[in-house]
């Protein structure tokens, strides 16, 4: 069974198109949820950690919220420099449970 | 910043052979985990460790095992490597829990 689930699997965005990366999950009393960002050849790197419903973090152009049962990712007015897979991942105890991701392509 | 570096960026082996996937880290983190990434299925968890010595297995751990002698290393072992084991492992480190998880640059492995 699935714990985090990430959608859309691909999303293709114009320069300036914002929208959205949505990540639900199934585990009970969370105890963090984490966005990271990967580039091809490379291993993900840490963009936020969300904890509570309500919360909200900010970098540049991304966007990361919380509710009790999803978080989405709002990427405004994206660049071709923010096309990367984003994985959404939730801890459960003793090891990070990662979502299978959603791959951003930016074309200018 | 804390650093993982991952020995080889690529591998090609052969199926039935033994291999070694090395994983270092500088920071002194007491967490350690390994990781595959495959198409369509994500990072699975393989085995992790919390400590020298100790091991825990992950999700898929089968055709796997891990070796921790010291604290900054943690390497993955195929004890006879299989065509399906062809993927990309990561490895991962964190201060405790799942705060400062880090990642190495990732290993692609090839069996043949």
């Excluded at chain 1, 949505?22 to 904890?51: A, I, M």
């Excluded at chain 1, 999803?70 to 991942?89: Q, R």
């Excluded at chain 2, 996937?21 to 500088?26: A, I, R, Y």
Aim: charged share 25%; with cysteine; glycine share 8%.
């Amino acid at each position: 069974e699935d714990q985090v689930t990430q959608s859309p699997e691909a999303l293709r965005l114009q320069e300036g198109e914002s929208s959205s990366l949505n990540c639900s999950y199934t585990v009970s009393g969370l105890r963090g949820l984490f966005w990271y960002r990967q580039d091809p050849g490379k291993g993900p790197e840490f963009l936020f950690t969300l904890y509570s419903a309500g919360e909200e973090k900010e970098k540049e152009r991304l966007k990361a919220t919380l509710t009790k049962k999803e978080s989405f990712l709002h990427i405004t007015a994206p660049k071709p420099e923010d096309s990367a897979t984003y994985l959404c991942a939730v801890w459960e105890g003793t090891a990070l449970i990662f979502g299978k991701g959603t791959t951003l392509s930016v074309s200018s | 910043d804390v650093k993982v570096t991952q020995s080889s960026r690529y591998l090609v082996k052969r199926t039935g052979e033994k291999v070694f996937l090395e994983c270092v880290q500088d920071m002194d983190h007491e967490n350690m985990f390994w990781y595959r990434q495959d198409p369509g299925l994500g990072l699975r968890l393989i085995y992790f460790s919390y400590d020298v010595k100790m091991k825990e297995k992950g999700d898929i751990p089968e055709g796997y095992s891990v070796s921790r002698e010291k604290k900054e290393r943690f390497s993955l072992i195929l004890e006879s490597a299989s065509t399906n084991q062809t993927s990309m492992y990561l490895c991962a480190s964190s201060l405790g829990g799942p705060f400062g998880y880090t990642f190495g640059s990732g290993t692609r492995l090839t069996v043949v």
